[in-house]
């Protein structure tokens, strides 16, 4: 049974590193596109790199992934009114700093002047609706990342706005995300000292599992997480931690009990086959606790405790961000997330001071 945490643990002033906001309807960007995007939407659509129409049509998908009770008196989408966010998660868990993670299609449409349009709107429509109304809110900078040159725009545009927390990615892209075509991105992230937040998700117009398309909803949420371990892979060996050793990522929503056998196995191809990958200097493990976060949603949940506690030693307490998952499914409550007990230190390093370093807060 999981233990609950005091109320104590409620004042630590919890930064919670993945809050999901939502449109009210898709007018409410109407400000902040041109009058051609606009038209180009109406007439044309926005035409994702997913291969099928309906993909993504999973009655859990219908609408916004969320709670039961998320939807606010006004009948909007989960997410969208701020007031009902301040009553039912920043007051109700005295949330000091909620990072804004829009899961939105704007980075995913094959036109890439309407991806970068579609990015930048809606990064105007987080400040104009959240952060510039409650200062309890950062943002994340979407980017269109499939044309890294658009995307380093956008992120040189936004980097000195405090309103802005991090540069948001996707677990799915249209190739292994390490790749150089996407450096440019790192290399202005690095630049302006702003963190990566990975997060689990996106459509590359692949099928989601290296075998193929699942049949089950329970499938394609699990694979989910292959997809975080295929971009941290790539990014190891293909060396952006190398070249870029200040460069932060958080992988948000993708689990964290794969870290340390990702961590041992990439070690060991390392040691037998590190004459590939000459500019690596560090075994994998390293660039992964040098470099890399995990958010503790979705919390794992073994049959014994303890086991969850050897698993979070392993990774570090250093390591380790609280993200509630508001408004989804599948939120984690700060009060019963962790099914181990955690000393003074390890909560307050998880619930609030890792992030106030990853987000220069």
Not at 61 to 66: C, H, I, L, V, Y
Request: with cysteine; proline share 8%; charged share 25%.
């Amino acid at each position: 049974m999981s233990e609950v945490l005091d109320r104590q643990t409620t004042k630590l002033r919890i930064i919670d590193s993945d809050i999901h906001p939502s449109l009210a309807s898709e007018r409410d960007l109407d400000p902040f596109l041109s009058t051609r995007w606009r038209k180009h939407i109406a007439e044309y659509g926005k035409l994702s790199h997913r291969p099928l129409a309906g993909r993504g049509t999973y009655p859990r998908f219908s609408p916004n992934t969320a709670r039961r009770d998320a939807w606010p008196a006004n009948g909007n989408a989960p997410g969208s009114d701020l007031d009902f966010m301040r009553r039912q998660l920043l007051d109700r868990y005295d949330i000091e700093v909620g990072i804004l993670e829009p899961l939105l299609d704007c980075n995913l449409v094959r036109n890439p002047g309407l991806a970068a349009a579609l990015c930048s709107a809606i990064n105007d429509w987080q400040v104009a609706a959240f952060t510039s109304q409650e200062r309890r809110l950062r943002a994340s900078i979407l980017i269109p990342f499939e044309d890294p040159a658009a995307a380093v725009v956008e992120i040189d545009r936004r980097a000195g706005d405090r309103n802005f927390a991090q540069i948001q990615l996707t677990s799915r892209s249209l190739a292994p995300i390490g790749q150089r075509r996407y450096w440019p991105i790192f290399e202005a992230a690095a630049r302006h000292g702003l963190p990566i937040g990975m997060h689990i998700g996106g459509e590359s117009g692949h099928a989601p599992s290296p075998g193929g398309w699942p049949s089950f909803y329970a499938e394609d949420h699990h694979v989910l997480v292959h997809s975080m371990q295929t971009q941290l892979t790539s990014m190891i060996l293909e060396g952006v931690f190398e070249h870029f050793p200040t460069l932060k990522m958080i992988c948000i929503e993708g689990g964290f009990a794969w870290a340390p056998n990702l961590a041992w196995r990439l070690d060991r191809h390392w040691q037998k086959m590190r004459s590939e990958v000459p500019d690596l200097t560090m075994p994998p493990s390293a660039y992964m606790r040098r470099n890399v976060w995990f958010s503790t949603q979705p919390m794992e949940e073994p049959e014994r405790p303890e086991e969850l506690r050897r698993t979070l030693e392993w990774i570090g307490w250093d390591r380790l961000v609280f993200a509630s998952d508001y408004p989804h499914w599948d939120f984690d409550d700060p009060e019963h997330a962790f099914p181990c007990r955690l000393s003074e230190a390890e909560r307050r390093a998880i619930f609030r001071g890792n992030a106030e370093g990853i987000y220069r807060l």
